[in-house]
């Protein structure tokens, strides 16, 4: 089992910038792919960007070149920094990651991000 504590968001203004962070406890070692999600109430979750065990990262086209995912396996967290933060960002971000070998998926119980002037 690993458990996800996220960390960060709140109100920012179009433009600026916010971090988040997720560390996960408990069976980390297993930990494949660490990412976000976020989701805009009525709409369904969509991804926003992941990193694997092998630094290979993901992002979502909406996010590229504004956001960056990064990891640090000796502290089991993931980040995600925002920058050039859009009205349309606002959302819940679920912190996800994947482990085992069975690839289970565990889920954070996400955080708030406001982008509003």
């Known amino acids: 089992q690993v458990q996800l504590g996220e960390s960060g968001g709140g109100l920012v203004q179009p433009g600026g910038s916010l971090s988040l962070a997720c560390a996960a406890s408990?069976?980390?070692?297993?930990?494949?792919?660490m990412g976000w999600y976020r989701r805009v109430p009525g709409a369904q979750r969509e991804l926003v960007a992941d990193?694997?065990?092998?630094?290979?990262?993901n992002y979502a086209e909406a996010v590229q070149g504004r956001f960056t995912v990064s990891r640090d396996n000796a502290k089991s967290t993931v980040y995600l920094q925002m920058k050039s933060l859009k009205p349309e960002d606002t959302a819940i971000y679920y912190c996800?990651?994947?482990?085992?070998?069975?690839?289970?998926?565990?889920w954070g119980r996400g955080t708030q991000v406001t982008v509003s002037s």
């Open positions: 996800y990651v994947v482990a085992g070998r069975d690839l289970k998926v565990f």
């Open positions: 990193i694997a065990d092998d630094g290979n990262k």
């Open positions: 408990g069976s980390t070692l297993s930990i494949h792919v």
